[in-house]
Nanobody
Framework: QAQLVESGGGLVQAGDSLRLSCAAS????????LGWFRQAPGKEREFVAAVDWYGTSTYYADSVKGRFTVSRDNTAIKVHLQMDNLKPEDTAVYFCAAHLSVQRMTKELNMAFWGEGTQVTVSA
């Protein structure tokens, strides 16, 4: 059974860092782009960052460019999100996702697979 499982969320202060990880299992995720979305209370789910299946092309939302770094490990089929200089507006549930097209990950919410999410809370 294909599954994406996130880990690494928590409560931090503004300016701190967190590293999220997502482990993929049960499907041929090596062929999939992997990425991160987030959803804050009362807001729509939004794209955060994605990396192509090879691990060389990365994409970011403007709101996180220069602060977040996405990477993947194709040996273990994991995707990571290093979040630095966190801000209170980064508070959200962060979801791991997979799609065959990394470009479409930046434009739509119709993903092939979703994780269940991990909470990130940034206090002022």
């Amino acid at each position: 059974q294909a599954q994406l499982v996130e880990s690494g969320g928590g409560l931090v202060q503004a300016g701190d860092s967190l590293r999220l990880s997502c482990a993929a299992s049960g499907s041929s995720f090596r062929s999939y782009a992997l990425g991160w979305f987030r959803q804050a209370p009362g807001k729509e789910r939004e794209f955060v960052a994605a990396v192509d299946w090879y691990g060389t092309s990365t994409y970011y939302a403007d709101s996180v460019k220069g602060r977040f770094t996405v990477s993947r490990d194709n040996t273990a089929i994991k995707v990571h999100l290093q979040m630095d200089n966190l801000k209170p507006e980064d508070t959200a549930v962060y979801f791991c996702a997979a799609h065959l097209s990394v470009q479409r990950m930046t434009k739509e919410l119709n993903m092939a697979f979703w994780g269940e999410g991990t909470q990130v809370t940034v206090s002022a």
